[in-house]
């Protein structure tokens, strides 16, 4: 049984790929050891690299809105990234990175054994999905092994199309639905709350969605995790 603790010692001083060499922080994860259900994005951005937590930027509050939405807390659940260390300039982690970092990711997943993983955008996809796109499998749950895949858009791609928020806030209802489904209800299903304080905006006309969102700002692109989530 893989030692959820010693896996992150291991990351923190991680040289396994040359991610390690520009990274203030490496970001192993974080939540419950116990967790139902895992989280998995792509890799640190500007301020998860700087505070060494994984979805602590403009996406990761908008994440927490999400899951207070479906009743659950960040404390319930687990988060981390394919990548444990930022790519430079936000760029998209290189699949020999990818390849590095991925026996982590193995042992969060054997230590933590969660039923329902949400690879959170196209590279997380990727990794059980690997000829997929994320708008073609979104919110669609398929057994892997004897868990539940649910994958979702990134939360940060609302940052830069709000035509998604709606649909990221529906899909988020079916993990609610995936635990009542074996048997495990939300803290705080009975008052659940759709978010409203983060990229509350008005709803523009729906359109199906671009597999990428559009390119932010500099300073966007500092505070959310990646360009390229979907
Ligand atoms: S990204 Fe993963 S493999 Fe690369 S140095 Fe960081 S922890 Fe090690």
């Not at 990818?98 to 193995?106: E, H, K, P, R, V």
């Not at 932010?216 to 500092?222: D, G, I, K, L």
Request: net charge neutral.
């Amino acid at each position: 049984m893989a030692d959820l603790e010693a896996t992150h010692r291991a990351i923190m001083t991680c040289t396994a790929c040359a991610l390690h060499k520009a990274r203030a922080n490496a970001v192993p994860g974080e939540g419950s050891p116990n967790a139902r259900v895992m989280f998995v994005g792509e890799g640190p951005g500007f301020n998860e690299d700087r505070q060494g937590r994984p979805f602590v930027g403009a996406a990761g509050q908008f994440l927490n809105e999400l899951l207070e939405s479906i009743g659950l807390r960040r404390e319930d659940v687990y988060i981390t990234n394919m990548v444990k260390c930022r790519p430079p300039n936000n760029r998209d982690p290189f699949p020999g990175e990818i390849a590095a970092c991925s026996g982590y990711m193995d042992e969060q997943i054997e230590a933590i054994d969660p039923d329902i993983i949400v690879p959170l955008g196209r590279h997380a996809l990727a990794r059980w999905f690997p000829r997929e796109t994320i708008s073609k499998l979104r919110a669609k749950p398929k057994r892997f092994g004897h868990a539940t895949v649910l994958p979702l858009y990134h939360p940060a791609a609302a940052l830069h199309n709000g035509n998604l928020r709606s649909t990221i806030v529906d899909d988020f209802r079916k993990i609610g639905d995936l635990l009542k489904g074996i048997g495990v209800p939300p803290p705080a299903a009975a008052d659940p709350q759709p978010p409203t304080s983060l990229l509350d905006q008005p709803q523009q006309p729906a359109s199906a969605p671009d597999e990428r969102p559009t390119p932010p700002t500099p300073q966007e692109r500092s505070e959310t995790q990646q360009l390229h989530l979907l």
